[in-house]
């Protein structure tokens, strides 16, 4: 993968502050994560998101998809992929094998297939839009496609997928941890509220899909990427194919999905477990949902983003 000059490239980057200079917290009762530039990330990715923000030309092809974590990355992931290189490639490797999130590379642990080394430039982040290259940002044409969901079926997600890879961690404290932003790519609600904002600023440049949405109405959607980026997709039938491709049930039995790992000490089987809306109902007592809900009124409902 020729990725260098997109993410590891540090010859020309921006000067870095030492990572003791920067602000860190303890996440999951397991490792310490770092504050850089308002957010919270694995100290590991602070300075591969420095050099990808201070080295990264954008083309005016680029396509870029953005998330922050439990969103449902991997099934934008999967439909990009079927919309923007037709051949079935979902079947050979995990989705984040071809199509890689660019500050996190360096976890992985084979050498990748980058969607990146082909024209249009496919690439991934959970990078918050501020610090984005600002080469991305004013390309007149490059597209940014980010992907929401409700803040309480992320957070479940989020508690399952951190107990399995990490330790296991008592839910009230998992919402405490979210609530107060002190998580992987947090504050959530800045997150999201970045590229709603910038979205709504700017809609021919960031398509802002609802996970709920695609769920609801996947064909409607999923032929709305496809317009946004380019790639407008020709009939009904193709829009089934690509619908199920990338289908939940196929991709979580499919048996590269079932074994091995494509980052370090996650195993990919940990990117399938429902994929369901609501699932939040079954984990969180009415306390917790109304404290979740009380920050999406403020932070969310209060800039017309309704989740």
Avoid at 3 to 9: A, D, E, G, K
Avoid at 23 to 29: E, G, H, L, S, Y
Wanted: hydrophobic share 40%.
């Amino acid at each position: 993968m020729e990725n260098s000059n997109l993410i590891t490239s540090s010859s020309q980057s921006e000067k870095h502050e030492e990572d003791d200079e920067l602000p860190k917290a303890r996440f999951w009762d397991a490792m310490d994560i770092t504050y850089w530039e308002g957010f919270w990330f694995d100290p590991g990715l602070v300075k591969p998101a420095m050099t990808f923000r201070s080295t990264f030309t954008a083309r005016n092809d680029d396509v870029l998809l953005a998330s922050t974590m439990k969103t449902g990355t991997t099934w934008l992931k999967s439909l990009a992929l079927c919309i923007l290189r037709n051949d079935d490639v979902l079947a050979t490797d995990n989705p984040h094998f071809h199509l890689p999130t660019v500050e996190g590379v360096a976890y992985s642990t084979k050498p990748l297939l980058a969607a990146a080394t082909a024209a249009p430039r496919l690439l991934h982040t959970h990078l918050p839009y501020s610090v984005l290259p600002d080469s991305l940002k004013t390309s007149p044409a490059a597209k940014i496609v980010y992907i929401a969901r409700n803040p309480k079926d992320t957070l479940i997600s989020m508690w399952h997928f951190f107990n399995s890879i990490l330790r296991p961690f008592p839910l009230e404290a998992a919402v405490d941890c979210f609530c107060s932003g002190v998580h992987h790519y947090g504050p959530f609600f800045d997150h999201v509220a970045e590229y709603w904002i910038e979205s709504r600023n700017r809609p021919e440049k960031i398509l802002f899909l609802k996970y709920e949405e695609l769920k609801n109405d996947p064909k409607s959607l999923v032929s709305k990427i496809a317009e946004f980026v380019g790639k407008p997709i020709g009939s009904e039938d193709e829009v089934e194919k690509i619908l199920w491709k990338c289908s939940f049930e196929r991709l979580k039995n499919l048996e590269v999905n079932k074994n091995g790992s494509v980052l370090v000490n996650v195993p990919n089987k940990s990117f399938f477990r429902k994929g369901e809306v609501g699932d939040w109902k079954n984990y969180l007592t009415p306390e917790m949902a109304e404290r979740i809900d009380q920050l999406s009124r403020d932070r969310h409902e209060a800039i017309g983003l309704f989740l």
